[in-house]
């Protein structure tokens, strides 16, 4: 089955800077990539998403790539705010009508 | 629109005991539900795929006789922790997807306290 790599698990900027997390996915035919944002005790909240046949997009401050024959997706926040800090999580989902696939998470921590 | 609610939002209960979990999808039709489990400063762990009039597909060291699992309706889905112990003690997440689009939908989730 699916496996997700997230790294790295804690993350530290000042405000304004930018932040990036990155994740490893081991099932080839997974095809869709959500990034997900979740605050302490609610439900995760997705915030962008990427198909496997787009390479990059971008949504205000948020980006993510994905690289299909590396297997692997990155998540960019520029101009981080402190609103911004959270875990958030990366996930996979291979065949359709399969669940996500979630990676450890990376709790991102912006200082004021 | 695509609300997922879940009930109820937190519960304590005896070891021993069991606890019943629902989940909805409030407007729209899910033929597949999932259930997620996550222990503090973890990720969300499937548990078990749910499809709606079939029995439910574990994931790898998830007990099923443990954790019941039925989806008796298109809107409906529920778990149920059968002699819970305080190890069962978690935060239980429902997801559901409607036909044709990627996104899944999380409910507000459940937490549970076994003493």
């Known amino acids: 089955g699916e496996n997700v790599e997230q790294h790295p698990s804690t993350l530290s900027v000042q405000e304004g800077d930018s932040a990036v997390i990155k994740c490893t996915y081991s099932d080839s035919a997974s095809n869709y990539f959500p990034w997900y944002k979740q605050e302490l005790g609610k439900r995760p909240q997705l915030i962008i998403d990427i198909r496997s046949n787009v390479g990059e997009k971008k949504d205000q401050r948020i980006a993510v790539t994905l690289n299909k024959t590396a297997k692997h997706f990155s998540l960019h926040i520029t101009e981080t705010q402190p609103e911004d800090s959270a875990v958030y999580f990366c996930?996979?989902?291979?065949?359709?009508?399969?669940?996500?696939?979630f990676g450890k998470g990376t709790t991102l921590s912006v200082s004021s | 629109g695509a609300v997922v609610s879940q009930h109820p939002s937190w519960v304590i209960c005896k070891s021993g005991t069991s606890v019943k979990i629902e989940c909805r999808s409030l407007d729209f039709q899910a033929t597949t539900m999932f259930w997620y489990r996550q222990f503090p400063k973890q990720s969300l762990m499937l548990m078990a795929t749910s499809n709606e009039g079939s029995k439910a597909t574990y994931e790898q060291g998830v007990e099923k006789d443990k954790f019941l699992i039925n989806h008796a309706s298109l809107t409906l889905s529920t778990l149920t922790v059968t002699s819970a112990h305080p190890e069962d003690s978690s935060f239980y997440i429902c997801?559901?997807?409607?036909?044709?689009?990627?996104?899944?939908?999380f409910g507000p989730g459940t937490r549970l306290t076994v003493t």
């Open positions: 997801s559901a997807r409607p036909p044709g689009p990627d996104e899944q939908y």
């Open positions: 996930a996979a989902r291979g065949e359709a009508g399969t669940a996500l696939i």
